[in-house]
C-alpha cells in the first residue's frame, strides 16, 4: 500500500537526525548541509566521496562497529529536552527548522541497525505519532523488539512543542491569519495544530507579550520625549475597520510630527457609541490624547483632518491646543470642486487652471510664515491672478509673489476674463466662508502623509473584513505601530560610490513619472526579541493571559431567533411563487 507523502516540521535543534547518527557512531561525524533550499543534505564526511545526488545519504554498516550498547543511550526523555530548551531559549528561535518529506524520513530510518542484535529495523514496527500539530514522534524498533530510536522532531518548551508555539507566533508577528497559514498546510498536506491550539496561544502567549512590547516601547518614547522637554506637535487619523457606516472598529493614532513615530493609540468598538460608528472616530481620539496629556505631556498643535466631532470637541474641551487641519485633505477637497465646476460646459476654461490652484495652496501654507492672515489673503489673490491681475487691496498681502511676467508670459497664458461665468465659479469656490475658516488653520503646514504611510500597514496586520475581537485588533494594530516606529528612522539606501538610490515610478493621482527614494531594508529585531519573549512567556508565564473570546461580540441590539425559524424563513423566500 502506497502511503501519502506527509510532510513535517522538523526542528535542527536538540533532536535531529544528526543528533540520531551522531549518537550511533561518535566517532564518524556528519555533515548536514542545506544547499537546495529546505532541503537537507546529510553527508558521512569520512566518505566525501558519496553520491551528492542522493538526497539523504546516511549510515549503512558503521552501528555494527558499536559495541557498546549504552551508545544507544539516546533516547531523548521528556525532562531532557525541556531542561536543554529552558537554557537556549534564544537558540529555539535561531535554530534552523527544516521541511521534511514522509518518504524521506522513512529512508533514513530504514538505515538504522539495532546496536544490540544488529538486525535492521523492523519497517512494520515504525510507530509515528503526530497528534500534536507540527510536532512529530517516532519510535524505531528491529526485528527482536529492541528500541532502536525513540524521537521528537521539535524540543519541548513547557508542556507545549517548540515548532508550534513558534508558529503561531511567526503567523501572527508577520501580521498573518490562522486561516491563512492554515491554507497553506492543508495544501501542501503539512501536519498542523488546529484553530483551538492556535487561540489559546494566542491569548495565553503572544497577546500579553505584544502588548507588553508596546508598553515597554511607548515608555521608552516618552521617557526620549520628556527628556527633550518639548511641547508635542501631533497629527492624528483615525482608521476604520471596513468602510463607511458598516463599519465595526475605530483606531485612532497620534504620530509625533518631527520624529514621525506613533505616540498612541485607541480603538473603539461600535458598541461604544451606541452602534454609531460615525461616533466612533472622535470618542477613539479623546482617548488617544488624553493617554498623552495624562503622561504629563504639553500639546501645542494637534493636525487632523476636518472631521466635523473632532473640531468641535477641541475647541470645547481643549482650546489652549491649537488646532490645525492636514494640508493634504483640505487641498484634496479643494481639487474636488474644481473638478465638479470645470466639467460644466460654462466654465471649461477653469480645467486648465485646476493643478496650479491647488499647488497654490500647498505654496501658501508653506510661506505664510505661521500667520493665519497673511495665509488667508495670499489664497485669495488668486482670484486676482488668473484675471492677469498681479496687485490687489490688502492688509497683509498686496501683490503677488512671482516676478512681474514678460510680454511673451502674459500672452501664453490663457487667462481668465474677469466675471465671465468661469471666474464667477471660481471665486464661489475660492472664497467659500466656510473653506475660508478652515483654510486659517493650515498656517503651521502640517500634512499627516506619514499618517497614511502608517494606515497602509495597519491594513496588513489587520486586514479590513476580517473578523477579530478587540482584544485581537489591540495587539495587531501594536504589531503594526512597533513594526512602524522601529523603521520610521531608515536611511536611504546609498550606492557604493555614495550617491542616494532613487527609483522611477509612474503615480496614477498627478499621472506623472517621479523618481522615489530608495530604504535601506526593514529591521525586524522586534520580532525577534518577541519571539525570545514567547518562549520565556511559555516557560514562566511571567504575564497574564488575556481573557480568551474566541468570537467577536456581536453587534446585534437583540438577540438571534431560533436557527430553525431562520431557515424557515429563507426558504419561504426562494420558494416558487
Ligand atoms: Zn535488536
Ligand atoms: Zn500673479
Not at 460615525?278 to 490624547?289: I, S
Amino acid at each position: 500500500m502506497k502511503r501519502a507523502a506527509v510532510t513535517r516540521l522538523v526542528s535542527s535543534e536538540t533532536q535531529t537526525v544528526r543528533d540520531t547518527c551522531e549518537a550511533a557512531m561518535q566517532t564518524e561525524p556528519v555533515t548536514i548541509t542545506s544547499m537546495y533550499g529546505d532541503l537537507v543534505v546529510i553527508t558521512k564526511s569520512s566518505e566525501p566521496s558519496q553520491s551528492q545526488s542522493v538526497s539523504v545519504t546516511a549510515l549503512t554498516d558503521s552501528f555494527s562497529a558499536i559495541d557498546d550498547p549504552k551508545d544507544l543511550s539516546f533516547q531523548p526523555s521528556q525532562s531532557q529536552s525541556t531542561s536543554q530548551s529552558s537554557a537556549t531559549a534564544a537558540s529555539l528561535v535561531d535554530d534552523r527548522k527544516f521541511l521534511v518529506f514522509d518518504s524521506q524520513l522513512d529512508s533514513l530510518l530504514s538505515h538504522l541497525i539495532c546496536p544490540i542484535c544488529h538486525c535492521p529495523c523492523n519497517k512494520d514496527d515504525v510507530v509515528k505519532k503526530c497528534n500534536e500539530g507540527t510536532l512529530l514522534h517516532i519510535e524505531v524498533h528491529c526485528l527482536s523488539g529492541h528500541t532502536i530510536l525513540d524521537w521528537q522532531s521539535q524540543p519541548q518548551v513547557g508542556r507545549m512543542a517548540a515548532g508550534n508555539l513558534l508558529f503561531c507566533a511567526s503567523t501572527l508577528f508577520s501580521g498573518q491569519t490562522f486561516a491563512h497559514v492554515q491554507s497553506i498546510a492543508e495544501f501542501l498536506n503539512l501536519k498542523f495544530f488546529s484553530h483551538t491550539t492556535f487561540y489559546d496561544i494566542q491569548h495565553t502567549n503572544l497577546i500579553p507579550v505584544i502588548m507588553a512590547a508596546w508598553e515597554t516601547h511607548q515608555q521608552s518614547l516618552f521617557t526620549t520625549l520628556h527628556q527633550q522637554g518639548q511641547p508635542l506637535r501631533l497629527c492624528g487619523d483615525g482608521r476604520m475597520d471596513s468602510p463607511g457606516f458598516s463599519a465595526k472598529y475605530c483606531c485612532y493614532s497620534l504620530m509625533d510630527m518631527d520624529s514621525d513615530k506613533v505616540l498612541a493609540f485607541a480603538i473603539v468598538d461600535v458598541t461604544e457609541t451606541g452602534g454609531k460608528s460615525t461616533n466612533m472616530e472622535v470618542l477613539a481620539f479623546e482617548r488617544c490624547l488624553k493617554q498623552l496629556l495624562d503622561n504629563g505631556f504639553i500639546v501645542d498643535v494637534v493636525a487632523t483632518d476636518r472631521h466635523v466631532q473632532i473640531r468641535s470637541f477641541m475647541k470645547k474641551s481643549y482650546p489652549n491646543i491649537r488646532h490645525q487641519f492636514d494640508v493634504w485633505h483640505v487641498v484634496k477637497s479643494v481639487r474636488k470642486h474644481l473638478y465638479t465646476i470645470s466639467h460644466k460646459r460654462a466654465n471649461m476654461d477653469l480645467a486648465p487652471w485646476s493643478q496650479s490652484i491647488c499647488n497654490h495652496l500647498w505654496w501658501c501654507a508653506a510661506n505664510c510664515d505661521h500667520s493665519a492672515d497673511m495665509l488667508e489673503e495670499m489664497w485669495c489673490s488668486l482670484v486676482h491672478h488668473v484675471v492677469n491681475v498681479h496687485e490687489f487691496a490688502g492688509n497683509v498681502y498686496v501683490k503677488c509673489s512671482h516676478d512681474p511676467l514678460t510680454e511673451a508670459e502674459q500672452l501664453c497664458k490663457k487667462w481668465l476674463t474677469p466675471l465671465s461665468p468661469a471666474h464667477n465659479a471660481l471665486k464661489e469656490v475660492v472664497l467659500n466662508k466656510a473653506l475660508l475658516k478652515d483654510i486659517r488653520q493650515l498656517n503651521d503646514f502640517c500634512h499627516t502623509g506619514c499618517l497614511e504611510v502608517f494606515h497602509s500597514l495597519v491594513t496588513k496586520y489587520c486586514p479590513k473584513r476580517q473578523e477579530f475581537d478587540a482584544v485581537q485588533m489591540s495587539a495587531r494594530t501594536a504589531l503594526a505601530v512597533l513594526d512602524h516606529n522601529f523603521n520610521a528612522e531608515r536611511e536611504q539606501k546609498v550606492t557604493s560610490d555614495g550617491k542616494p538610490c532613487f527609483k522611477v515610478a509612474y503615480t496614477k493621482a498627478s499621472a506623472k513619472w517621479v523618481a522615489k527614494p530608495i530604504y535601506a531594508s526593514k529591521s525586524y529585531d522586534h520580532v525577534s526579541d518577541m519571539l525570545h519573549s514567547v518562549i520565556t512567556q511559555q516557560e514562566t508565564h511571567f504575564l497574564e493571559p488575556v481573557a480568551n473570546s474566541n468570537k467577536c461580540h456581536n453587534i446585534a441590539p437583540v438577540p438571534a431567533p431560533p436557527k430553525d425559524e431562520l431557515v424557515a424563513r429563507r426558504i419561504s423566500r426562494f420558494a416558487p411563487q
